[in-house]
């Protein structure tokens, strides 16, 4: 079995390298590309090995699996992520953990995010995700939705919502992912001619391992890579 330490090394370069490479072929700098890690299939050693290797924004779908990876002294340097769905109930405990939220997908939850943030005494950074697949089983907005919202949100003066969010259809291949990370890119431009001053929408999280090139090519800002991560080391999809 290969050195984790230095097989999560290699692979992180090779994800960058491939970042890069990506950005330039779109003509975008490599710099406005951020690289989220995600650890949900991992443990403590894998994540830890991670965060040593330089890549400090790290990912979990779930928040118990955020609250307990958070609360190691190993991981004390993380940048935090919540990129799956967040329930009310657990707005509280998630908020003072995370760098992000990427998936507030109805008013509701961003005014509960919204008074809980007040509540903490902060300004939580959020992204609104939208179902541009319009798959029934994934969560997010849709585009109508998402547009009603937008005058409502200069007054959550606790949350800043900076961006959208979405996931790729599960089928359809590179052809499907492209159209559905164009359709988010339109309708991100759309909502900035409509959204008011203070919503700058500037954020587009979109791409993950099998699609992350498509998604840099149609405008990401923000990549989440998981499983290639941790290729070579024993690991499951």
């Known amino acids: 079995m290969p050195n984790l330490d230095q097989k999560i090394i ?46 400090r924004d790290l990912g979990e ?10 609360d190691h002294p190993e991981l004390a340097a993380a940048h ?6 967040l329930q009310r109930n657990k707005v509280r405990r998630t908020l003072p953990l995370v760098e992000l939220i990427h998936s507030v997908d109805s008013l509701r939850l961003l005014e509960t995010v919204n008074e809980a943030a007040e509540q903490l005494g902060q300004r939580k950074r959020v992204l609104l995700e939208v179902n541009c697949s319009g798959e029934a089983e994934k969560h997010g907005l849709t585009t109508s939705s998402l547009m009603e919202m937008l005058s409502e949100l200069p007054a959550l003066r606790h949350v800043e919502v900076c961006g959208l969010m979405t996931m790729a259809a599960r089928s359809g291949g590179e052809v499907v992912a492209g159209k559905n990370f164009s359709a988010l890119r339109q309708l991100r431009d759309v909502a900035q001619q409509s959204a ?22 149609e405008g990401a800002t923000i990549v989440r890579v998981g499983s290639l991560l941790f290729e070579g080391v024993g690991l499951r999809e």
């Open 10 to 55: 290699e692979n992180l370069a090779a994800i960058r390298e491939r970042m890069a490479q990506a950005a330039i072929s779109a003509g975008r700098s490599p710099d406005d590309i951020q690289l989220v890690a995600v650890t949900k299939y991992v443990g403590l050693p894998e994540t830890a090995a991670l965060l040593e290797a330089g890549c």
């Open 80 to 85: 935090w992520h919540l990129i799956g769905h």
């Open 196 to 217: 008011p001053p203070e919503v700058t929408l500037t954020e587009l999280s979109m791409g993950m391992s099998h699609d992350f090139e498509v998604a840099i090519r």
């Open 61 to 70: 779908s779930r928040p118990q699996q955020l609250w307990e990876k958070a």
